[in-house]
């Protein structure tokens, strides 16, 4: 769609100084190559010059600052690049990971009186976890780790392409 979009705004010349575009969401690296469209990819790249791009940052940008596994995100980068995987989102899931074992772990200092699967599934531990969750504040790989109506609240990159 991006490409149809800058091939565009190439053929109208809407692009240069007077123009600012603004991508909001995450594409690919040099997501403009794959250009099956009608505009070559030296065209598009001069429509998409100085086009600011939004994504989630891969990890927190505080790297010296340490999640609740004792880690630091770049100590999390070193550790990553061992297991060869490209996973964008990894450091995510591994904030997801810190999070449910944030709330297990206030959760079992819950009384202990549901022990029984169907009181669990009524509601009383399952609405405290909820509660939990909603509550947590805890630094993760990716940054500080909170959440605003269920949302979670995080840090993005402002990229310019050039």
């Known amino acids: 769609m991006a490409i149809r979009l800058f091939c565009e705004a190439y053929r109208y010349q809407l692009f240069g100084s007077r123009f600012q575009w603004i991508i909001v969401g995450y594409y690919e690296p040099e997501w403009w190559l794959n250009n099956p469209g009608p505009c070559n990819t030296s065209e598009v790249l001069t429509a998409l010059n100085g086009t600011l791009q939004t994504r989630?940052?891969?990890?927190?940008?505080?790297?010296?600052?340490?999640?609740?596994?004792?880690?630091?995100?770049?100590?999390?980068?070193?550790?990553?690049?061992?297991?060869?995987?490209?996973?964008?989102?990894?450091?995510?899931?591994?904030?997801?990971?810190?999070?449910?074992?944030?709330?297990?772990?206030?959760?079992?200092?819950?009384?202990?009186?549901?022990?029984?699967?169907?009181?669990?599934?009524?509601?009383?531990?399952?609405?405290?976890?909820?509660?939990?969750?909603?509550?947590?504040d805890i630094e993760g790989v990716t940054g500080r780790v909170h959440f605003n109506n269920g949302d979670r609240i995080g840090e993005i990159a402002i990229e310019q392409i050039l």
Not at 56 to 76: E, K
Not at 103 to 119: G, T, Y
């Open 56 to 136: 989630v940052a891969r990890l927190g940008y505080h790297v010296n600052t340490r999640t609740m596994a004792d880690l630091t995100p770049d100590q999390f980068k070193f550790d990553l690049s061992m297991l060869k995987t490209s996973d964008y989102f990894v450091g995510y899931a591994f904030d997801a990971i810190l999070t449910l074992t944030s709330a297990f772990e206030q959760l079992k200092d819950c009384p202990n009186e549901f022990s029984n699967d169907s009181i669990w599934r009524q509601s009383c531990w399952r609405n405290e976890l909820i509660n939990i969750i909603k509550n947590t």
